[in-house]
């Protein structure tokens, strides 16, 4: 495996990208891996890397950059601690149009690179970015085929840009994996947004016995079986929709 860390030129600046891919036999699909609040740290390094030895680019950039940071470090759990509130600061500083901007320019930069075919490319986003990575396939459908939202946030919304209402707008297929007790994405709310996604290919999955968070191995919420299966699903989807 090939891992590099670049800043990659936006359109406010430049955006630290964590890159992973294999060795030998490229060019390899592109991932756009778009974090989640707590921000870039090495579980997040980890996942892509493991992504990437299915055969893909991966591409994990830093959303924070237009404040200037990317490691919070460790978050309490207490709502109360000023971390947390630092990191919803953060958090609410971006939006869909400053992330699909710099996901036109990882494209760009992707572009560039022997080891990466753009004309094939595929989204996740885990929490706050799982509407980014769906907004990815509506702003980009001639180049992503396929997009996943893990344990999403702002799923269903007024907005134009609502991840319950792009069905209509891409042609890559759609798959939403939702925790079983989310506030951030409550029954009401998953329930919208399985009928936004009625008529299409696309899926909307609850995961019975997990709380926001159950893919990531460091929270004490991980779900260990829950987790491997959104591998599973994960890397499924990709293959259906990703084939070179």
């Known amino acids: 495996m090939i891992d590099q860390q670049i800043d990659i030129q936006s359109k406010d600046g430049k955006t630290t990208t964590f890159i992973t891919h294999p060795e030998r036999g490229g060019p390899f699909p592109v991932i756009l891996f778009y974090m989640d609040a707590p921000a870039i740290r090495e579980e997040l390094r980890d996942m892509a890397r493991r992504l990437a030895t299915s055969g893909y680019y991966v591409m994990l950039p830093n959303m924070y950059y237009r404040s200037g940071v990317m490691e919070l470090g460790p978050i309490p759990p207490d709502p109360d601690a000023p971390e947390r509130k630092r990191m919803f600061e953060f958090m609410n500083s971006i939006n869909i149009p400053m992330v699909m901007e710099d996901t036109k320019a990882l494209l760009a930069y992707a572009a560039t690179q022997k080891a990466a075919n753009t004309a094939i490319v595929g989204t996740v986003g885990y929490c706050m970015s799982g509407r980014y990575a769906i907004n990815a396939a509506t702003h980009f459908p001639n180049q992503v085929k396929a997009a996943a939202s893990v344990y999403g946030t702002h799923l269903a919304t007024d907005q134009p840009d609502s991840p319950h209402i792009a069905a209509g707008k891409t042609k890559a297929e759609l798959y939403f994996a939702c925790a079983e007790t989310d506030i951030y994405a409550p029954a009401e709310i998953i329930e919208?947004?399985?009928?936004?996604?009625?008529?299409?290919?696309?899926?909307?999955?609850?995961?019975?016995?997990?709380?926001?968070?159950?893919?990531?191995?460091?929270?004490?919420?991980?779900?260990?079986?829950?987790?491997?299966?959104?591998?599973?699903?994960?890397?499924?989807?990709?293959?259906?929709?990703?084939?070179?």
Request: hydrophobic share 30%.
């Open 192 to 244: 919208q947004l399985k009928q936004g996604m009625k008529g299409s290919n696309n899926e909307v999955e609850i995961y019975p016995g997990t709380h926001h968070g159950f893919a990531f191995p460091k929270r004490p919420v991980y779900h260990r079986d829950a987790a491997e299966r959104h591998w599973e699903r994960l890397l499924a989807l990709y293959r259906r929709n990703l084939a070179s």
